[in-house]
């Protein structure tokens, strides 16, 4: 597609009931995903949007859905990765649909089971998910999704990564053959183009950046130190920026512990992983939003989902399990247009894991120097490998 980019929201094909809301909404210009997807959607085409995290994906088929589930009387199904990335999902579309009374239902795991049993009686509008409760509830309720005409897969890469493929093959295979169906992604796996040729008709590609492109706004970093010099860098970055500050470690304990090294240090922070209830999880990203703790410790729970804006740093404590995740990891910062920092830990023995990051992003990473490691050797050119890493041997594990 060749058109010129759209500078508001007229002209896409919406109609003006929900233009009246965008604008109530303050959304004034739309986003390049946006403005080429919603022209497609309404017209009810399947397509395959992939664009980087923090591009407004959410409103690019959200509108189109309420609008499409108004026209033709259908109802419409999201599917999600995360708890938290439901919720946001769910919060965007109950903002904009509320004044003319959209119902949406969200099942997710951590919630009462009887509440959400109750909700899908009501047939709900939109029904947003992870598949692993949504199964639950069609193992009892089998004609469930029977009048579902529009699906979507939102994060479709992370859904698969975290071991969700059967569950969305079953829940594909129970809804009417005759839907539209949009997949949504960062990046673009064989798994994701094995799906859409077996589920979606003739799907229409949009891509707004390559997959593996960050922002541009993103001033990223590595820092090469021993595990025992993590933790005193860690007190001199946090003394350094004074803004929000996102800190991801690799697994809930490291997490927890880290945050309470945090909280030792003098600084207020909370953690969230696959420990924490869903209440305890929703508390720490409102409380991180609204400033009650600076800092958020996470594991890649919150790679994807965490819609808070005006993060001044993301720091990697850990390297991400697979570079995609990196890719989203960053994401969290610079978003809206603004700009931001990222800043990741390394030893030395992981040089090829970072390699491994540079070449999907096709940049070569700042090589930070900080006190405590000064005297560590500099980042080594890249140079072919001879051995495999481990992203490559970790391509299946289930995320935490």
Known sequence: MTHEPAI????????????????????????????KTIPLAIES???????????????????????????????????????????????????????????????????????????????????????????????????????IGIVVLDEADRMLDMGFAPQIEKILIRTPKQRQTMLFSATMPQSIVAIANRHMHLPLRVEIAKSGTTVKEIDQEVIFLSANDKRPTLKI??????????????????????????????YTASEIHSNRSLAQRRSAIEGFKKGAHRILVATDIAARGLDVNNIEVVINY??????????????????AGKKGKAISFATPDQRRDVQDIERLIRTQLVVG????????PQHQAHHPRKRHSRYRSRQHRRRR
Do not use: C
């Open 237 to 266: 970055l946090l003394e350094r920026y004074s803004g929000s500050i996102l800190i991801f470690s690799r697994t809930k304990w490291g997490a927890k512990k880290l945050a309470n090294t945090i909280r030792h240090m003098g």
């Open 45 to 147: 085409k399947d397509l395959i949007g992939i664009a980087q995290t923090g591009t407004g994906k959410t409103l690019a088929f959200g509108m189109p859905m309420m609008q499409n589930i108004a026209r033709l009387k259908t109802r419409g199904l999201i599917l999600v990765p995360t708890r938290e990335l439901a919720a946001q999902v769910d919060e965007v579309l109950v903002n904009l649909g509320k004044s003319f009374g959209l119902k949406t239902v969200l099942i997710i795991g951590g919630a009462s089971a009887g509440q959400q049993i109750r909700a899908l009686k009501a047939t709900p509008h939109i029904i947003i998910a992870t598949p692993g409760r949504l199964i639950d509830h069609l193992s009892k309720q089998p004609t469930l999704l029977q009048g």
């Open 369 to 376: 120097k900080e006190t405590s490691v000064s005297k560590l």
């Open 8 to 35: 508001n929201f007229y002209g896409l094909g919406i109609a003006p009931k929900l233009l009246e809301i965008l604008k109530k909404n303050r959304f004034t210009k739309p986003t390049p995903i946006q403005a």
């Open 318 to 335: 850990d390297l991400p399990g697979t570079p995609d995740d990196y890719v989203h990891r960053i994401g969290r910062t610079a978003r």
